[in-house]
């Protein structure tokens, strides 16, 4: 949202997003190191091995900065050219794995200078569990808009209610490429059945009949080349269409979200998002900011 309507970021926000950079990367190559040990997939070459050992062995504890980061960069570079490790990318469905890692990968050389600083596109892939409740206020065309980001992990949910107070609107994000994936907390509840289920809590909640619900199907780009190589019919049998087909996919997965609500007198308003692409997401936040403003205004004529 800051990167869209031209807020700058401070210099402590650029060197926290630059660790989480240098986070994803080394987290995100151990996991794949994890996976490919218990999927049992063999090395490419032999050598991998002295490499996967050192990196696996990183701290979580230890802080990332340029130098540190410096000495795990060349066992990341070559764990990736190994044919075992590229095998458990392509079998990540079956693990959990981020979506930034091949990005950042594809980028190791200019995040590997010294003088690195996050670009856009960076901050855009870097991932970070959003813990707790946060609040940020972001001016659009001059209206003011107060935006409070909740964690969507199950231990966090218990406290969205108390930031619920007073809200005109909420704006649920679902990611449309995670249904063949399932939750980190049990290892077996399907990621998109949530977020349905999490959505219809939400819709039909009578303290929310007077608040726009807007669905927001994100990670649409993930989403085209995942089916090119999943049949999302083989996660939900009720699917009718062509799995290979972008907007069959599209079009069930938005009926999975609008068939859960009670209410049919009002309008779900929904889009599809890709949020690492800006123009993209500045065309959406328009109409978003038009339908908030719409039904605030609506709101105050009826009181």
């Not at 696996?56 to 190994?82: C, H, M, N, Q």
């Amino acid at each position: 949202m800051k990167i869209i309507h031209g807020q700058d970021f401070s210099e402590g926000a650029m060197q926290e997003y630059r660790t989480v950079v240098y986070n994803n990367l080394v987290k995100g190559m151990r996991v794949l190191i994890d996976a490919r040990q218990k999927l049992r997939i063999p090395w490419g070459d032999e050598a991998s091995e002295k490499d996967a050992h050192y990196v696996f062995a990183f701290d979580g504890s230890t802080k990332l900065d340029e130098r540190v980061f410096a000495l795990y960069l060349e066992p990341i570079r070559r764990l990736w050219r190994d044919s075992g490790i590229r095998e458990a990318f392509d079998r990540r469905r079956e693990f959990q794995l981020g979506d930034s890692l091949p990005y950042f990968i594809s980028q190791l050389d200019r995040i590997s200078e010294w003088s690195y600083m996050p670009s856009k596109q960076d901050i855009l892939h870097a991932r970070k569990a959003t813990k707790g409740i946060s609040e940020h206020n972001i001016l659009i065309k001059g209206i003011p808009f107060l935006f409070i980001d909740v964690g969507g992990q199950r231990s966090q949910r218990q406290k969205w209610y108390q930031c619920f107070v007073g809200i005109t609107s909420i704006l649920f994000l679902a990611a449309s490429s995670e249904f063949d994936q399932v939750l980190m907390e049990d290892r077996k509840t399907n990621r998109l059945q949530e977020s349905c289920d999490i959505f219809e809590t939400i819709i039909n909640n009578k303290s929310f009949s007077n608040v726009s619900v807007i669905l927001f199907l994100n990670k649409m780009d993930l989403l085209e080349q995942k089916i090119k190589h999943v049949s999302i019919a083989d996660y939900f049998e009720e699917f009718q269409g062509n799995p290979w087909d972008i907007d069959d996919v599209k079009a069930f997965e938005l009926h999975m979200f609008d068939s859960r609500r009670r209410e049919r007198n009002k309008p779900l308003f929904h889009h599809f998002t890709t949020a690492v692409d800006t123009e993209n997401i500045k065309h959406v936040f328009q109409d978003v900011k038009d339908t908030i403003l719409h039904d605030n205004l609506r709101s105050l004529m009826l009181q």
